[in-house]
């Protein structure tokens, strides 16, 4: 049997969902639930190392999200630029490096410098790769690298890595807070393995404690990859 935790450190994937209902829940406007959404970044970043977490994909901006009235598109904007610019030392510090995966083309000039500067300063980080996709469709991706004709589940592998910047294992464990079930375009070949787990907790109410229950009914998980529990072990028992 191969129990959801084992070693090399687990990529977990968060679709951050919620935000908007819960500013409007508080009488505030949607960007404010942005603004707090952030802080839970900053909180999920500081308590996944702790938890074996080596990587980290956090979904921040979707390819559909362009659909949204203009000033919020233009306040997420802002505060993306604004995360990057104010986080980039504290990642430093706790080794940290960033790579954006998405398409720039379409955000912002000082989002796309913004994105630059906290990648190039950040480069040298080990302790956790936190990757940030915005401007992201799961489609799009697989329709880039299916343009250059890949033979084999090894080659479309590696054209969708190199989009990114370092290659990373598939995704363990895909949470999603605010109630919705779904996978919204997020990392839909990276995940074919993955566990899947839904909270009500809205985004912006996310944090260490929440991380760590999600975590712990990963460990609790029996992955078996179209395999069997049992001939899994009687195979290490053979051998
Ligand atoms: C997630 O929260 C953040 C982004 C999609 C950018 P939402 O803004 O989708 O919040 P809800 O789902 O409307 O509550
Ligand atoms: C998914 O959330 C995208 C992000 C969290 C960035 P959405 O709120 O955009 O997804 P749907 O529209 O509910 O599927
Ligand atoms: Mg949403």
């Known amino acids: 049997m191969q129990s959801g935790l084992s070693g090399g450190g687990l990529h977990v994937a968060i679709i951050m969902d919620g935000n908007g209902r819960w500013a409007e829940a508080r ?3 949607r ?3 942005h603004l707090a959404g952030a802080s839970a970044v900053r909180r999920v970043i500081e308590a996944a190392p702790a ?4 990587v980290l994909t956090l979904y921040a901006f979707s390819s559909d999200n362009w659909k949204r009235p203009r000033p919020e598109v233009s306040a997420l904007m802002r505060l993306l630029e604004r995360y990057l610019r104010t986080e980039t030392a504290s990642c430093v510090e706790q080794g940290v490096r960033i790579d954006v995966i998405g398409r720039r083309d379409r955000l912002p000039q000082r ?3 913004a994105i630059a500067d906290a990648e ?3 480069a040298a980080g080990t302790t956790l790769q936190l990757r940030l996709a915005i401007d992201y469709s799961s489609r799009d991706e697989l329709v880039r690298a299916a343009a250059h004709g890949p033979q084999s589940r090894d080659e479309l592998a590696y054209w969708l890595q190199s989009f990114a910047g370092q290659p990373v294992p598939d995704v363990d464990l895909v949470i999603r807070t605010g109630g919705e079930q779904r996978l919204s375009d997020f990392l839909l070949w990276e995940s074919a393995y993955a566990e899947l787990y839904f909270t009500p907790v809205a985004w912006p109410d996310f944090g260490r404690d929440a991380l760590a229950e999600a975590v712990a009914e990963f ?3 029996q992955r078996r990859f179209g395999g069997l529990a049992h001939a899994v072990q009687s195979a290490a028992v053979a051998s």
């Open 111 to 113: 989002a796309q410098r």
């Open 27 to 29: 009488g505030k406007p």
């Open 51 to 54: 938890l074996g977490i080596r």
């Open 120 to 122: 190039h300063t950040t």
């Open 31 to 33: 960007t404010a639930g």
């Open 219 to 221: 460990a609790r998980r």
